[in-house]
């Protein structure tokens, strides 16, 4: 199938079924168990991760095209991969940057988010309506877009903070953009007639009862980069589309599935991605020690840890996690084995966890696709592709949606 060229709801379909056939891949998380189980059925796959180097897995973590690459002879379904996240780029460099506010003109405004604003409104304009910038924080969005538009620009976010903040910011730079209190979610929300509504990364609900009210009062175009997916209220997903919902082999996802579709350290700065990995390391010992303690081979969820954790060492991790899941320690504890038996369980689920994240662009786009559908149904003209490099972000996803008159 011509992927780049099928609509939206092929598209939809042929992920779904992707995604249903290989889930004993995905679905399970690899630091649950002691070996997945698909380990079993594709030992020759298991063997090829297990023998990647430290650095390899490294690369591969941000490279998913090109490990599906080198594992196709053994998951010839791989091929598919390129071709089903491929998308169109709905800004280019050049224009991202003359969209983008001067430093001088983006006071407060962190540097990632400004060029990620940059980027999203080089890929929306014209601005052809009033625009409203849905949960606006600071309306940092709302003020990069106001020179590119006659209309009047809003925001609304329910953090009082953020929202005078953000209207400080404009009366300083003497930008007319009014920024208002207002919870999205409750019903009786107000929405400017014929609004253009634009959200960058609002989360899961956020972002979908965004596309389920624009549908609902006729907005007359919404543009969207969603994240965030599985902060919801529902633990198990409901697509939007009717498409989806009547389709007889719809993927069953739950808020934890949803998780994976947003699991990328891709921006994170080496000094995150070691920590991460050391607490990843020290949750591992742990669980060794709890299954010996309680002597049941069975995972037992620690709940996250608190700051003051980036100051501790292995011992105090277990001392916390033990009274978090009420375990009583007993003395001594051979702390060094167990946390080097926690290096060694880290070293096999990071190169299971590689075979998991191949399907977490394809959940992402199934998502999406999903919301693509429905705007349709509704009677939208749907444009769906990147506003930026994922660099910038890997929540690089745009749906910009116009009413057909
Ligand atoms: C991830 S931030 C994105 C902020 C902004 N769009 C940006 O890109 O800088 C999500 C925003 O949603 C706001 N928010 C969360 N729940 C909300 C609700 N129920 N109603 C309005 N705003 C909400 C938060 O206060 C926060 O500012």
Redesign the pocket.
Known sequence: MALALASFSARWQHLNDWLSAHRELWQPAPFTGSSPEWTRRWPQLDRQVAGLSDEQCELFENEPVALAHRLMSMLPALAELPGMTRLPELADDALAQSCTLAEVRARDMPGR?RR??GAFVAAVRPFDAPVL??????G??ARTLLPLSQYPVSG????PA?VDDGNRLARRAGDPVHLFC?????DDLNLPADAHAV?????GD?HRRLISQAAKRRLSRLSVAP??FHLCSQSDYRPLSRQARQWPGCLPVTRADLRLAVEETVTAPARVRNQVRLFSQWRLGFDGLQRQLRQLDQYLPVPSHPGWMAKADFRQFCRWAADKTRITLPEPVDYRAWEAYGAQRLAQVRRHELVRHLFRRPLELWLVMDYAVFLEEQGYEVRLGTFCDRNLTPRNLLIDATRKH
């Open positions: 988010k990620q604003s910038d849905w949960c606006c924080g600071k940092h969005l609304y976010d329910w953090n953020l207002r919870d999205v979610m409750a959200a960058l990364h609002a989360c956020l994240c965030c």
